[in-house]
């Protein structure tokens, strides 16, 4: 809780699949008016949204260039 009242939210939803984990977390402010009777809010009241999108397995590593590409895309950018 900020010292004007308002919340500081975060929410993960963890999805895994073919060895493969990704987090979706969601960042932002709160104005508790704006949370409902039934403990909820819309997306529309959440100020300074931030998305973020984390995987995690197999196919990011294999997605990650190694140090000699990396190496090689240094000495010739074109």
């Known amino acids: ?12 939803r963890v999805v895994t699949f073919s060895g493969e984990t990704q987090y979706v977390v969601l960042h932002g402010l709160v104005r508790p008016d704006d949370i409902s009777a039934a403990n909820t ?3 529309s009241n959440i100020a300074d ?3 973020e999108f984390i995987a995690e397995g197999q196919l990011t590593d ?13 000495l010739r950018p074109f």
């Open 49 to 51: 949204a931030r998305v």
């Open 62 to 74: 294999a997605q990650k260039r190694g140090w000699l590409t990396k190496l090689y895309e240094k």
């Open 1 to 12: 809780v900020m010292p004007n009242g308002n919340l500081v939210i975060e929410g993960v």
């Open 41 to 43: 809010i819309f997306s």
